[in-house]
């Protein structure tokens, strides 16, 4: 029992109303403060996308990158006995290689055109190097190498196609005759990296450049670590994949449907990798390989260009 006197029925209804306007004050500051934290979620989402979108901008419309020294003709040349490289200036951002069918003084010209992601182009390295050099070392060919990035997306870095030619083109500007050496170390078993993992490393490359006899091994080492050559790799890459560029003046066969590594070019023509490489060379050219002819390789295809390779 109490003697505290019962409200009446007015007050209890001023009581339950003001206790209903009281949860509807607490639930309306619930909301401002939810929508507060959504909207300012949703800014920062937004700069994100901004963010996001704005460097795909910035990449898709990126000047063209620098050339590298040597590589004039968006290949670098080796000849004579030492492998030597054929000097030739630094090409303008936007050049583009002029086609090359043959050399003077009657030397057969091989150009190659290759990924060092590829396992289709280590298998050729491995069959037809020892030709390839004998026939350069003897003075009847000069080879020509393309380093392209076809293959960037068979490797979880996606970009390991593209650093390793990029680094080739470091040691073709800095080092080029040490280029010869590098190129073979690349194809080497238990070097070249298996597709599906994620490619070699940057110091990985350099340790290689150093085991090539490279010079200037400062440069060569920026060069590969900011990837000073990579947006010239993707024009290149890009000449390569719609037959542009260099390639220009090659009549490729009906069959051919898509480009693929390794892509050989003797005096302009086609090697369609039916025939051995020693004897295509010969017939084309009339130059004379001793070494032992190997069964051909079969080159593998390029995936579908994108707009821009570059990154």
């Known amino acids: 029992m109490t003697n505290a006197p019962r409200s009446s029925k007015n007050e209890r209804r001023d009581a339950a109303r003001e206790k209903a306007r009281e949860q509807r004050m607490r639930q309306q500051r619930r909301e401002r403060r939810n929508r507060v934290v959504l909207q300012a979620s949703i800014g920062v989402v937004i ?39 054929v000097t030739t200036p ?28 590829c396992p289709i182009c280590q298998e050729f390295e491995q069959q037809y190097g020892a030709q390839i050099k004998q026939l350069v070392t003897s003075g009847a060919a000069v080879i020509q190498y393309h380093p392209v990035a076809i293959l960037d997306h068979n490797f979880t870095d996606n970009d390991y196609s593209t650093r390793a030619a990029n680094a080739a083109a470091a040691i073709a500007n800095y080092s080029p005759d040490a280029f010869y050496k590098f190129h073979t170390i690349m194809y080497e078993t238990g070097v070249q990296p298996k597709e599906g993992t994620a490619g070699l490393t940057d110091a990985r490359l350099i340790a290689i450049a150093k085991q090539a006899g490279a010079t200037n091994m400062s440069q060569i080492q920026t060069a590969i670590t900011n990837e000073t050559f990579k947006n010239w790799v993707g024009q290149r890459t890009d000449e390569f994949v719609a037959g542009t560029g260099s390639l220009s003046a090659v009549k490729f066969p009906a069959s051919h449907t898509a480009a693929g590594t390794p892509t050989l070019i003797v005096n302009g023509q086609y090697w369609d990798g039916k025939t051995d490489f020693g004897a295509f060379v010969t017939s084309v050219g009339g130059a004379i390989s001793t070494a032992t002819p190997t069964p051909a390789p079969t080159a593998t295809s390029a995936p579908t260009p994108t707009p821009t390779r570059s990154k």
Request: proline letters at 13%; charged letters at 10%.
């Open 47 to 85: 700069i994100a996308i901004v963010a996001v979108v704005a460097v795909i901008i910035v990449n898709s419309v990126r000047p063209p990158g620098p050339g590298p020294k040597n590589m004039a003709d968006g290949g670098i040349s080796l000849e004579g006995p030492g492998l030597t490289a």
């Open 90 to 117: 630094a090409p303008a951002a936007d050049a583009t290689p002029t086609p090359q069918a043959t050399m003077p003084g009657g030397k057969v010209l091989i150009q190659a055109y290759e990924d060092f992601g």
